[in-house]
């Protein structure tokens, strides 16, 4: 491999910035722009050592700086490392990396160090997606979830998992095809419960994906409802600020207006829209139609009505739209006499809150009762936890995969039907670690990540 080189803080002013060199020829890069006052060369320091200089680009001095050198196999990425740690300034970090370029590296690609970390076996696929998670926390819970999978948690599990169906696997194949040696006939039924087990296993992981998403990446959330209920009103008093424009106007919000904060662990990825209604104005109806189309690809769906009124067909055409989706009926103007009719709102929407956007009463009601529904009040960021729609689509493929052949055991068709599910569902295992994932597959993971990472 060619030893590249990035920029490894963020490309902005501050008080440090660091160039990160990683391969093979590293610290001999490193030694032809770096100089340092002891008079030592890199070359001749051991690994975790650090020593001061200067940065050169050719005779050029460019800045004094820190090197810190890492020698293979025991560094990030498994290779030779240098870290060269300079003044953050942006003119700065750009002349030396430019430096390290002109000695001989290459610039890396997005993700490129954490990919050689994951082909030197530094660490499996799962731990590898993890790093952007630790990068992207935003809380507390965000970020325990995403140290977890980091230290292996997911990637332990899966292994567990794949390694008892590799067992069954093998019993199989040494059944079937040395049918003239004494070996003793499978036991169909351990075979059946070991499955079962890894049904089991699969299941829980899945049934845990979407609460976990709601935590570490977040929820598409739609605020709507007919006009002037207190949809723009709700927006501000989720953001803690005036995101939206409120007035006594129907039709005022045209455009979807998106912001997106943090309500208890949850993180919501807001969308206020315009009120749902028929209308004669253009630009009014190009906006209800956008609020139709995010109620329809929304995670969670914040349906608000006025608290101080009788419901109108409006209302009941509206809630007729919202039956059988993930959405919570918001009561707004609960300060006030309240006149709608609750009990027909709860037949289309059973989760249902009484709020004043106007008092800020009530909010707690419904951080409470989004954390309910989207299960995350009580989610143990602890335990393994599928971090990606890559993951949870290979963990699914595997559980039907096992589906399958807990079937066909229960058929009594061949054992090599049986086989071939349990290998399908192998295969998708050891794809979601990286333990047979193909290029294709690898290069896509590390697609989605920072320069320098």
């Not at 960021?381 to 493929?397: D, F, G, K, V």
């Not at 047979?436 to 597959?441: L, T």
């Amino acid at each position: 491999m060619s030893t590249i080189a990035a920029i490894a803080t963020p490309l902005a002013a501050g008080g440090l910035g660091v160039i990160r060199i990683s391969g093979e020829d590293a610290i001999n890069i490193a030694d032809k722009i770096f100089r340092p006052y002891s008079g030592k060369s890199l070359k001749e320091m051991k690994g975790y050592t650090a020593a001061y200089g200067d940065v050169f680009d050719g005779e050029t001095k460019i800045d004094d700086a820190v090197a810190l050198v890492f020698r293979a196999p025991k560094s990030y990425t498994g290779e030779n490392v240098v870290e060269i740690s300079c003044h953050g300034g942006v003119y700065v970090l750009t002349r030396a990396l430019r430096a390290a370029l002109n000695a001989g590296a290459e610039p890396a690609e997005p993700g490129e160090f954490t990919k050689r970390a994951f082909l030197n076996g530094k660490m499996d696929l799962t731990a590898a997606e993890a790093v952007m998670s630790v990068i992207s926390a935003h809380g507390e819970q965000a970020l325990s979830a995403a140290r977890t999978a980091l230290e292996g948690a997911l990637g332990r599990k899966i292994n567990e998992i794949a390694d008892s169906l590799i067992k069954i696997s093998a019993g199989f194949a040494v059944w079937t095809d040395y049918p003239e040696e004494d070996i003793p006939e499978l036991d169909f039924d351990a075979v059946k419960g070991s499955l079962e087990e890894a049904k089991e296993a699969l299941s829980e992981l899945l049934s845990t994906f979407e609460a976990g998403q709601a935590i570490t990446e977040g929820v598409r959330t739609v605020i709507c409802g007919v006009p002037n209920v207190g949809k723009s009103s709700l927006m501000n008093l989720l953001c803690g600020m005036e995101r939206s424009i409120v007035t006594d106007i129907p039709g005022t919000t045209r455009d979807v207006v998106e912001e997106t904060v943090k309500i208890g662990n949850v993180l919501l990825r807001l969308a206020d829209t315009a009120g749902v209604r028929d209308t004669e104005d253009t630009v009014e109806n190009i906006g209800v139609r956008l609020a139709v189309k995010r109620m329809r690809d929304a995670g969670l769906i914040l349906a608000v009505f006025d608290g101080s009124r009788e419901l109108k067909d409006e209302d009941r055409e509206f809630l007729k739209a919202l039956e059988g989706k993930r959405a919570i009926a918001v009561i707004n103007k609960a300060d006030l006499e309240i006149k709608t009719d609750i009990e027909e709102i709860k037949k289309s929407i059973p989760e249902l809150v009484m709020l004043s956007c106007k008092t800020g009463k009530g909010l707690d009601n419904l951080r409470e009762t989004i954390e309910k529904l989207l299960g995350t009040e009580n989610f143990d960021t602890t335990a393994p936890m599928l971090a990606n729609e890559r993951q949870r689509s290979c963990c699914q493929r595997a559980l039907d995969a096992i589906a399958d052949a807990l079937e066909a055991l229960e058929m009594g068709v061949t054992s090599d039907a049986v086989n071939v599910c349990i290998d399908s569902a192998i295969n998708s295992l050891l794809v979601l670690t990286g333990r047979k994932a193909s290029e294709a597959v690898v290069d896509e993971v590390f697609r989605s990540f920072c320069v320098g990472k």
